[in-house]
């Protein structure tokens, strides 16, 4: 399915989640990238994420799966569906979020989880739009401008 402009899904495994998510969404509204915002939990919640992945591809183009502590939501939703799932591991008060780091990118052969720094919502997003321009050609100018003014202000 062609989408005329791209789609995303943002999910994270609790609410408490939902501050770190902040600076993804900042960098989606940026790009002019839509998005969905879900909380859903491997563990708490497994029907409701399982039915959420294997329907994905419906809407999304692709998914940022966030998740603390064991975090296998990411692992989870990449079992379910082919869409190329972000994994964004978030500290949480145990490890400093080392735990959800390993548990991201561990992932076992043949269901890989791209994954960024713990806490890097904005590089979830930003390597979610890096995906995009394959598909959103318009995405690609943008990232080309977003770094020319980050090195002016570097260089400011």
């Known amino acids: 399915m062609i989408l005329s ?6 999910v994270v495994g609790s609410k408490s989640d939902l501050q770190i998510i902040k600076g993804c969404e ?4 940026e790009f002019n990238v839509d998005y969905d915002l879900k909380v859903l939990s491997a563990h708490r919640t497994p029907v409701e994420t ?3 992945a294997q329907n994905a591809d419906k809407v999304y183009d692709l998914i940022i799966a966030g998740a603390g502590k064991a975090a296998h939501l990411p692992g989870v939703i990449a079992s379910y569906t082919i ?5 964004l591991p978030i500290k949480s008060s145990t490890l400093d979020g080392i735990d959800s780091l390993l548990s991201i990118v561990q992932m076992p052969k043949g269901i890989p989880v ?3 720094a713990i806490d890097g919502a904005e590089n979830a997003a930003l390597l979610a739009c890096h995906i995009l321009t394959l598909k959103y050609p318009y995405i690609k100018e943008l990232l080309v401008n977003y770094r020319k003014r ?3 202000e570097v260089l400011s």
């Not at 402009?5 to 943002?10: G, M, R």
Request: glycine residues 4%; without cysteine; aromatic residues 4%.
């Open 5 to 10: 402009k791209p789609k995303i899904a943002i």
């Open 26 to 29: 900042k960098i989606l509204n």
């Open 50 to 52: 399982q039915q959420f």
């Open 83 to 87: 869409l190329p799932v972000i994994g």
């Open 114 to 116: 791209a994954t960024v």
């Open 150 to 152: 980050m090195a002016d």
